[in-house]
């Protein structure tokens, strides 16, 4: 039996070789690919670990941005029954008026009128 030397076994631990079968086709598909990304294979399979790193990474940030998606549609979807929050001229307290109070055809479009191009437009994309 052939004894390897201490480093070459150590090298060995350190870096395990991985074997694989593939067909005939999908070998020659994968060494083209090689030559033509100019790298070998094993830089291949280290850039495919990085990338499914950063992928999972990616992920995790989506998911987020997911979550503060939906808290943000839920606030809308609250801004939906307030359209107009005008200040009493008499006694200065805020109240709300919307398309479910009664009057809101006839002053709804009064005030759409009023802020056409300003806020009444932001309001309009926030809660359609």
């Not at 070998?40 to 830089?43: D, F, K, P, S, V």
């Not at 200040?87 to 008499?90: A, D, E, M, T, V």
């Given at each position: 039996m052939k004894t390897k030397n201490r480093s070459k076994?150590?090298?060995d631990e350190l870096n395990p070789p991985i074997t694989f079968r593939l067909s005939r086709e999908e070998r020659n598909e994968l060494k083209q690919f090689l030559v033509e990304e100019g790298i070998?294979?094993?830089?291949f399979v280290r850039r495919a670990i990085r990338n499914r790193k950063e992928i999972n990474e990616i992920n995790d940030e989506l998911n987020y941005l997911r979550v503060e998606v939906n808290r943000f549609r839920v606030e809308i979807s609250k801004?939906?029954?307030v359209r107009f929050v005008p200040?009493?001229?008499?006694c200065g307290r805020d109240f709300c008026y919307g398309p479910e109070l009664p009057g809101w055809d006839r002053v709804g479009p009064i005030l759409e009128r009023a802020f056409k191009g300003h806020v009444w437009n932001m309001l309009q994309k926030l809660v359609t």
């Open positions: 076994a150590r090298y070998t294979l094993a830089e801004m939906k029954k200040r009493c001229s008499k």
